[in-house]
């Protein structure tokens, strides 16, 4: 009897560690069951959240959060008050969440240029991108290259036998600049980098003015420019290339590139795709700690209802050409970890191509 006795609690030991193992499998939280839920979605009615934008305002990440923010509190029935926290390319802003209230009545945008920031050089970071609770994407958008009409370059194919080309870039640190470099290290490339602009329509007025020769940026302030004629898209991240512009053409889709890349520069010209607006896009996260069941229905909330909504969708879009793009938190938290390996296994190739762009 007592040998019975003890196999029955030794079954049950290893039924609750079965459990406990699968709960935990992907990294996030335990999804709860569906009392817990009715207990957030009632905590959540009545208060105030705030939603962190790391940026200032008038800005694409601010207009795409007040969007959001006012979506949110529609259906969680709080007032969503969105703060604009500048500094670092996106750190300050994301220091604030990090570091706040893990009651979940904090949120906020991530920029995903962050992950090299982290990875690579840590200054100024109290953040670790893998302890967030991810509530996952809400917005993808085609990041495009465009040359001048009136440059001498057309083409990809042009840039690559040139000896050098001047590349546009916010500077040394931004998202924009590390993508650059990622770009000209797995293509092998000559692009000088040019800083010190304001913002990327600063850049493309310089382009059409012949001071640079290329610039990459998000599509939406591309398009304008593209349209009147100004200047020429030659690249995309859509893998269907961009309507109306039959030239603009993936990367890794070029004869001309395909040739020249090695293994490692598979994976570079990925993670440059990847960290893009048209990859991790806009992703939303709260402090590490929030309630199994307060992250749980926030993110459904975000992901099935604040997405699905005609009225979020119909003003997603009037921003420009953005597309909701759905993307669950454990999702996202698993790609964030799958792009920090990449920078890892390649950091010193990528330390390398930075510093000598820098001298």
């Not at 069951?33 to 959240?49: H, P, S, V």
């Not at 670092?88 to 992950?115: F, K």
């Not at 870039?169 to 290290?185: D, Q």
């Amino acid at each position: 009897m007592r040998g019975m006795a003890w196999t029955r609690v030794l079954k049950c030991l290893c039924f609750v560690i079965v459990l406990l193992w699968a709960s935990a499998g992907n990294g996030q939280q335990p999804r709860p069951g569906a009392d817990t839920r009715n207990e957030a979605r009632d905590f959540f009615k009545g208060k105030i959240m705030t939603f962190i934008v790391g940026s200032r305002a008038g800005g694409s990440y601010d207009l795409m959060g007040r969007v959001l923010a006012e979506s949110l509190g529609k259906y969680t029935g709080a007032t969503v008050v969105v703060k604009n926290v500048e500094g670092g390319g996106g750190i300050q802003g994301a220091n604030m969440v990090y570091g706040s209230n893990p009651d979940g009545l904090t949120l906020g945008v991530i920029n995903a240029g962050l992950l090299q920031t982290q990875t690579l050089q840590g200054k100024g970071v109290k953040f670790d991108l893998g302890k967030f609770t991810w509530y996952g994407r809400v917005i993808i958008q085609s990041d495009g290259t465009v040359v001048g009409a009136k440059g001498k370059y057309k083409s990809v194919e042009d840039l690559l036998s040139a000896s050098s080309f001047k590349e546009g870039n916010a500077g040394a640190g931004s998202t924009g600049y590390f993508k650059s470099v990622l770009r000209a290290e797995a293509i092998g490339w000559n692009a000088e980098m040019v800083s010190g602009y304001a913002n990327t329509s600063e850049m493309l007025l310089a382009l059409i003015r012949g001071e640079i020769d290329v610039v990459a940026t998000t599509w939406d302030v591309i398009h304008p420019f593209a349209k009147s004629g100004e200047v020429i898209p030659i690249v995309t991240s859509s893998d269907n290339g961009i309507p109306d512009y039959p030239g603009s053409r993936t990367l890794s889709k070029i004869p001309a590139v395909t040739k020249r890349l090695s293994e490692r520069g598979k994976e570079l010209l990925e993670l440059d795709a990847r960290i893009g607006a048209d990859g991790l896009g806009r992703i939303i996260a709260g402090p590490p700690g929030i309630s199994p069941d307060r992250a749980a229905y926030l993110e459904e909330t975000i992901q099935k209802r604040v997405l699905t909504d005609p009225d979020f969708i119909k003003k997603t879009e009037k921003m420009g050409e953005y597309t909701v793009g759905p993307l669950s938190g454990s999702e996202t938290l698993r790609e964030i970890k799958r792009l920090i390996s990449i920078i890892e296994k390649h950091k010193a190739v990528i330390e390398e191509g930075l510093r000598k762009r820098q001298r």
